[in-house]
């Protein structure tokens, strides 16, 4: 608890700010899934000596000093009002029950918090699902901080369940990179700067474009209507084996970011042509948001707390405009294309500098604008996209709370203007995807065969093409 008295008056962040504003106000929404029943968890003693004490923000309001700055104010926290323990109707089915707690998790997730309480609350689902014996939902308005920081302060309340002693591990996700004679390492760095510099121009001039005059066509993923944010939710998800993900990757010589990239932009686009035929070919953008720490792995919240950390507590992230390949005769014959070409995608944003400008674009409209001008640009840039997508990694091994082994784990955004957000998780050899869709604009059980259906194809045809 030493950080309160160091840190109750510490100022929000801008993007903190940012995301509570008047024009968006954004939550990052986690379960976690359980293999026993979790009726006997001590959840209020739990909350108080292990939650509370990871971060002052987790006891403080976000206030406005006599100077107009906001900073964080250290308040008492009344657990009864930040955690709910649902009431289900007795006697039902596990189907029943499953659909009572995608419907509460869709509906909380719509909720806007109070401003006068510190920004979370915590829902106790004591009922079975076909996903778990009981489950608990994390709601945490993403001023506190980004999903790094949010996974990584969840991550410090649970242990490994083989031996609490040791610590989590995490999948490797840098390959490691290529031994290089001299010669060829100058001419590779000078071919590199050469095409980052025209990768950066183009990037960069074309998510300054999508973030102000230029939008995406109306799509059977976007609705592009105003208030979006408003309208219902429904919230699903979907498992993939990361041991098949890694076949396809070896198959094809990519990398698992373009293995995940590549079916899920392929189901999208085979979902918009069921939906509608003239959009296989639409003009469609993903928001794929980034983490900008240069750090692998979730360093420990006293680490993330120190201000000299690699990988610091906070919203340390940006965004990148990525084109969703269309449908065309090559693509439809052979789905391997969709791979390839996200792959060649991403490779080119990652020789651009495109991110660091527009960090630095809109660390300049805050300075002359301010952060509410700041906020309607986030927000516009949103609304001109057809999906957001966002990832986090999950460790390698099964982890418990208390004792209560933990199935599994997923996230979601919600409070967005956006028809469509897509959230990736990886956990103990299971890829899960979750589904935010705009409830009846977007089918989201037809959406999530289609992207099922595009990973079997592309399995199918990876395992041909080895």
Partial sequence: MEHLNEEQDEPVSPMGQYFNSSALCIYI??????EVPIHDLQTFTLIKDVFLPINPRFSSIMVQDKDGEKRWKQVEVNLKHHVQFPKFPKGKTVESYDKFFHDYLSNIAMEQLPQSRPLWEIHVINYPSKDACGSIIFKLHHALGDGYSLVGALLSCLQRADDPSLPLSFPTLRPPKPQLSSTKSFWRRFSWMFSSAINTA?????SVLKSSIMSDDKTPIRSGDEGTEFRPISISTMDFSIDHIKNIKSSLRVTINDVITGMVFYGTRLYMQDMDLKSKTADSTALVLLNTRNIEGYQTINDMLNSKAKG???NKISFLHVPIPKLNQNTMSNPLHFIW???NIIKRKKQSLAVALTGTLLDMENKFRGQEAVAKHLRGTV??????ISSLVGPTQQMSLANHPVKGLYFTLAGGPE??????????????????TEKDFIDEEKLKACIQSAFQMILKAATENS
Avoid at 29 to 34: N, S, Y
């Fill in 341 to 343: 070409d996200s792959h």
């Fill in 312 to 314: 610091p507590w906070g």
């Fill in 383 to 388: 609304m001109n996209s057809s999906a957001v």
């Fill in 29 to 34: 929404v986690g379960v976690l899934e359980f």
């Fill in 419 to 436: 028809s469509l957000a897509i959230s990736v998780m990886s956990y103990v050899g299971v890829l899960r995807i979750t589904l935010k």
């Fill in 202 to 206: 183009s990037d960069f001039g074309w």
